[in-house]
């Protein structure tokens, strides 16, 4: 055992490395890009610097020797099966990811589940204090590791710790519910700054440590700041400018029967997303026959999650069950009224998707931000397309030109869609104008250079 482990000014902390195992029937391990916004968010602020970054590689039972990965130093946190079950599947998205999400689906609180988060919690925080130079920056992130902060702090009084939350922190009334309300505002105090998506959250964060500590954050070292998170957006907009996804553009709108119109909806399989709420809303369209199949067609990709979760699982039957009836009663032998993906696509498809798009509905029921919204406008910079987006996205604080919309208001989300189908060319141009404007003036660039300025000037620790 032993020798000399190297060390780091910059270590990102987060639940998932970059890269994804799977090990394919010969036995040979594959690595594929990690699921989901963060990853995309942190891939170019790591790639900036000669940084290590600490997070469980997506298998169970698989140890791996530390990596090096176009330039990043990857440090995979070993996870049991039982630990997936509890710690991930359990505590981390079937307590706090639902209690996080305005209760939409109901947390379990399993102390098993709880003593399995404080274990795995404390592996990551062990793991980073060994490869932190002296002074290094760690910047944690995310609700599966709020405890890391602490536990880092407790072995490493010497480096600046970050903690940013990507999904909503809830109101007192909610967060209250959970048994291990105490511990969790313990764990993230032991940061020097801890960011959020919006003003909102950082509010209920400051609220919730005075009800459960009678201080105030800044009284124990602990600065609170909003700052949305954002995408890359040169990468969307050169990516939409490229040919070849035109190209492909023009190929799927011709492969779904050249319809008039295409709205398009793209989310991780998740509650959270409102997809529900949107296939019903365009279902009572077509249905009322103010749609007509062949002339307008909903495309859904809902990329696989969490697939072991109870109510994962049930939502994948309901929404299946939806676009089944729906397509089953109203199909022609030349149209479906929607065509479902229950698929990741990599990013060129994305994008051609978007550029195909000519309403993007983003029906989220809650949702930290929501990059897709993102992604969407710095695609468009032929300024067409029009964007629905739920006022319960965080996107919405700066997407206000987006036509906004209330998911759980059936009526008014199909008012909504209608008037997005028939919007006309110079509105969707201006509207389309300023929600890029919003999105390239705060990318992630911005993001990421916002709170580490923010981190690198908080006081000392006494
Ligand atoms: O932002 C929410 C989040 O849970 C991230 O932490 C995560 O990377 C992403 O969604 C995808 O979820 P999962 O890692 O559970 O597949």
Redesign the pocket.
Known sequence: MGGVVATFDFIVVA??LPADCTIAEDGIAHWSR??????AALEPVIHGRSGAWVGWAGLADTPFEPFDADGVHLVPVTLSALEVERYYEGFA?DTLWPLYHDVIAAPGYHREWWESYTRVNQRFADATARIAAPGAIVWVH?Y?LQLVPRMLREQRPDVKIGFFN??PFPPYGIFSQLPWRRQIIEGLLGSDLVGFQRAADAANFSRAVRRLTGTTPDAVGTKVLHVPISIDATIYDELGKREHVRERARDIRASLGNPRKILFGVD?LDYTKGIRHRIKAFGELIESGQLEVGDVVLVQVASP??ERVGPYQELRDQVELMVGRLNGDHSTLAHAPVAYYHQTFDRDEMAALYLAADVMLVTALRD?MNLVAKEFVATRSDLDGVLVLSEFTGASDELRRAVLVNPHDIDGLKAAILSSLEMDPAERASRMKSLRKKVFSHDVAAWSAKFLHELAHTKENP
């Open positions: 639940n998932r990690s699921p989901g916004g963060l990853v998205n995310d599966q990507h999904i991780r999650s969490r930290g």
